[in-house]
T-cell receptor, first 114, second 111 residues
Framework: NAGVTQTPKFRVLKTGQSMTLLCAQDMNHEYMYWYRQDPGMGLRLIHYSVGEGTTAKGEVPDGYNVSRLKKQNFLLGLESAAPSQTSVYFCASSYLGGGSYEQFFGPGTRLTVL | GESVGLHLPTLSVQEGDNSIINCAYSNSASDYFIWYKQESGKGPQFIIDIRSNMDKRQGQRVTVLLNKTVKHLSLQIAATQPGDSAVYFC??????????FGPGTRLSVLP
């Protein structure tokens, strides 16, 4: 199993450009999450999904959109990138089993917006 | 890799000693808590979790304590090893959905 994979690993954008980050998991997990992590801070939840076709806002959703058309994929979109969105983005997935919501994280995408 | 937590509080311990990392959480309605370990350039890695109906849970070399009265969580690592050096985050949640992470603590293990 590949676990959680993220594409791309690095990206540089100019202000105003758009892009989509792809997260894929092969563990048949119901829940998926997108986080951002800035230096000196913990992870902040952007959006999450509790199942195929569903999405919900997290702590910092503004400027981002998401889609969960297939259970194994969770896409994060930036319609008009801003320098404040320079960050490391992590995707995670989790299952419901025995009362645990252990999250499995991808390796991250480092995004720089100039 | 990415430098995580440039200005994080740091806990320095001697190899072989026990480590205690503390975390204050904010939402009294949170019913699920996790501790993660993050090494430089990598995603967080699950260490241990605890539900709000428990006050203590033990794993291999790790123990999590939960004090709901004062909204405090701690992670104890026994016989700390050099491989334990990393940034540690606590996170709170309701029903495994809207996770809120703490700011993190950097653990430095001294030889």
């Amino acid at each position: 199993n590949a676990g959680v994979t993220q594409t791309p690993k690095f990206r540089v954008l100019k202000t105003g450009q758009s892009m989509t980050l792809l997260c894929a998991q092969d563990m048949n997990h119901e829940y998926m999450y997108w986080y951002r992590q800035d230096p000196g801070m913990g992870l902040r939840l952007i959006h999450y999904s509790v199942g195929e076709g569903t999405t919900a806002k997290g702590e910092v959703p503004d400027g981002y959109n998401v889609s969960r058309l297939k259970k194994q994929n969770f896409l994060l979109g930036l319609e008009s990138a801003a320098p404040s969105q320079t960050s490391v983005y992590f995707c995670a997935s989790s299952y419901l089993g025995g009362g645990s919501y252990e999250q499995f994280f991808g390796p991250g995408t480092r995004l720089t917006v100039l | 890799g990415e430098s995580v937590g440039l200005h994080l509080p740091t806990l320095s311990v001697q190899e072989g000693d026990n480590s205690i990392i503390n975390c204050a959480y904010s939402n009294s309605a949170s019913d699920y808590f996790i501790w993660y370990k993050q090494e430089s350039g990598k995603g967080p890695q699950f260490i241990i979790d605890i539900r709000s109906n428990m006050d203590k849970r033990q794993g291999q070399r790790v123990t999590v304590l939960l004090n709901k009265t004062v909204k405090h969580l701690s992670l104890q690592i026994a016989a700390t090893q050099p491989g334990d050096s990393a940034v540690y985050f606590c996170a709170e949640s309701s029903y495994g959905q809207n996770f809120v992470f703490g700011p993190g603590t950097r653990l430095s293990v001294l030889p």
